[in-house]
T-cell receptor
Framework: EAGVAQSPRYKIIEKRQSVAFWCNPISGHATLYWYQQILGQGPKLLIQFQNNGVVDDSQLPKDRFSAERLKGVDSTLKIQPAKLEDSAVYLC?????????????FGPGTRLTVL | KQEVTQIPAALSVPEGENLVLNCSFTDSAIYNLQWFRQDPGKGLTSLLL?????REQTSGRLNASLDKSSGRSTLYIAASQPGDSATYLC??????????FGSGTQLTVLP
């Protein structure tokens, strides 16, 4: 079974530039998550999708971050404009429909460096 | 607000030793608890998931226990190997239906 795919794996940009990350979840997984992991910390949830709809985006900085999940499958996360403090690893995860009882499976992440 | 704490932050042991990693959480109203492993520059690999109704789960040399009432979980690794070197993260799902992570324990197993 293929895992969660993410691209790119690494990205270096200058502050105020924009950047986009892509995620393809495990086939059949209705729930998709984007996390931000700052060095030395655990991942923090940014946004959670159930099929096409947003379940929770309370920790997404909406003035600069946006995310969408087209047709309930792939998802993109965008940052515009980037700040220095956005340097982190962005992790995508997916699970079967109910996150209360199902494991989340993570992709390899995208390491973003903002200069 | 749920908070998850992992102690110690870093641990170094000689190969072959049995070890215990600790995780505590402030809100005992959880659905499940997951232990993950993260290798440098990589994503997270799920090791064990314990439902709130369970007391422990085992996979190979790993055993995770859960005491919901005291807000604690332990991950026991038997006969540690250098390949076990990684950061171990615990996370809980509570009423908000989202994973809240600890900061992890960085384990080094010395040959």
């Amino acid at each position: 079974e293929a895992g969660v795919a993410q691209s790119p794996r690494y990205k270096i940009i200058e502050k105020r530039q924009s950047v986009a990350f892509w995620c393809n979840p495990i086939s059949g997984h209705a729930t998709l998550y984007w996390y931000q992991q700052i060095l030395g910390q655990g991942p923090k949830l940014l946004i959670q999708f159930q099929n096409n709809g947003v379940v929770d985006d309370s920790q997404l900085p909406k003035d600069r971050f946006s995310a969408e999940r087209l047709k309930g499958v792939d998802s993109t996360l965008k940052i515009q404009p980037a700040k220095l403090e956005d340097s982190a690893v962005y992790l995508c995860a997916s699970s079967l429909e109910d996150p209360s009882y199902n494991e989340q499976f993570f992709g390899p992440g995208t390491r973003l460096t903002v200069l | 607000k749920q908070e998850v704490t992992q102690i110690p932050a870093a641990l170094s042991v000689p190969e072959g030793e049995n070890l215990v990693l600790n995780c505590s959480f402030t809100d005992s109203a959880i659905y499940n608890l997951q232990w993950f492993r993260q290798d440098p520059g990589k994503g997270l690999t799920s090791l064990l998931l314990i439902q709130s109704s369970q007391r422990e789960q085992t996979s190979g040399r790993l055993n995770a226990s859960l005491d919901k009432s005291s807000g604690r979980s332990t991950l026991y690794i038997a006969a540690s190997q250098p390949g076990d070197s990684a950061t171990y993260l615990c996370a809980v799902i509570g009423s908000a239906r989202q994973l809240t992570f600890g900061s992890g324990t960085q384990l080094t197993v010395l040959p």
